[in-house]
């Protein structure tokens, strides 16, 4: 069992609090429900971080609101954006971004700003690059566990563009000082993209406010979760941001040009979708998620692949409903790239007939926690056998036995452990508050789920 990462992250031993075990529903039958999830935080935060750089005030439908954005518009308020939130009749939240003709550089008594990540790393990461634009001197903090998610790629771009950088602990990590007042043109910028795709794309979501653009290219090896790149790019373009991409889809080039305010609405976040999607092959029933867009760049569209090649029946309506209906069987799968979808996933496939395996997905040993780690572990607890290696998950299925299942304050981690809960009677979760992360209403849409099943019964 490997329990660290090349890129420095560790696996966070468990938290055992007697009063945080979250008895996850069994039902014994086929669930059959139609779910609304929340809007995308991929989506979200990158949105609000275009907003922020805009040139006039921008609305954004269907705001995701949950830890991770209420940082991030945290962050934003820092630097001086105005924000205005709205509660819509039907429950979504609209927020409308208003610029500072000038991002905040300090405080006003001249002291740095100072911005908490919590454990977002769509904050730690997308926002440095911003302050870069703002030629400001701040300082960056989060959770504990975030501490140790490595920073020192997207770092290192930004000081090949002149910023400096202090860290009170660990080089290359939480918690740092950038001071970014003598930031300005240079020539490319290249950055190593093995650990994380957040890396590139906060360069990316700056570019065309930094001095002269930015020409920036992914270090040799491999890329991580290409697919967020690529969302990053088609998001760009969708606010018309000029980006060229290399040939060989390794280098990025934009024009330093401003942009203007925008209007859109988030999609669902079809990667918390997943878990029930997969809640219908688990039970044998069937489940449908409302508002699923016809194309998209989220990583989790590839549901659709994946729980088709594992026996499910998948059909999108005219009424936009993404329905998968149980066939009474769940085959393994060879997958590659699953990127955030792998706990899901593996936990699907420790359920399944026939064994799996998970590659290209090394980087998740440095997400919230060492994610392919965790599975190892947890996934034992139930009776899988489970390998990981450097970058893949091996999974036969075993013997299914009730067990408590930890997150690691992960919230990928708690919905893999609820997922299994629907088929292994006895599965508590720890601290399945974790979900709030990313899906606030996480436990009351899988409960009233799950309720489907014994109201049929």
Known sequence: MNTASASGSQHHPPQHNAENWWPAPYTGTGVHATVTVPASKSLTNRYLILAALASSPSTIHNTLISRDTELM?????????????????????????????????????????????????TVMRFVPPLAAVAKARVHFDGDPAAR?????????????????????QTP?????????????STGEVVVDASGSSQFISALLLAGHALPGGLRLRAAPGPVASPDHIAMTVETLRELGVAITVDDDGRGWQIAEAP????TVTVEPDLSNAGPFLAAALATNGSVGIRFWPE????????????????GAEVSHGTDGVLTVRGTGKI?????????????TLAALCALADSPSKLTGIGHLRGHETDRLAA?????????????????ALEIIPGVRTRADLNSYEDHRMATAGALLGLAIKGIRVENIATTAKTMPQFPELWTQMAKTAKDRG
């Open 331 to 343: 085959t393994g799968i060879n997958y590659a790239d699953a990127s955030e979808l792998a706990p």
């Open 295 to 310: 194309k998209t760049t989220q990583v989790g569209g590839k549901w659709v692949q994946i729980l088709s090649q594992m």
């Open 172 to 184: 290359g990590m939480l918690p740092f000082t950038m001071d970014a007042s003598e930031v300005q």
């Open 73 to 121: 518009l945290g962050a934003l308020e820092k630097f001086g954006v105005g924000i205005d939130r709205t509660e819509q009749p039907d429950g979504s939240t609209t927020v409308v971004l208003t610029p500072a003709s000038e991002l905040k550089r300090a405080e006003s008594d001249g002291t740095e700003l100072t911005i908490e990540c919590g454990l977002a790393g």
């Open 148 to 168: 140790v998610r490595p920073m020192a790629p997207v770092l290192n771009g930004l000081q090949a563009l002149g910023a400096r950088l202090s860290y009170g």
């Open 375 to 391: 599975l190892e572990i947890e996934l034992a607890k139930i009776g899988a056998s489970v390998t990981a290696t450097d970058d």
């Open 259 to 262: 942009i203007a305010g925008f």
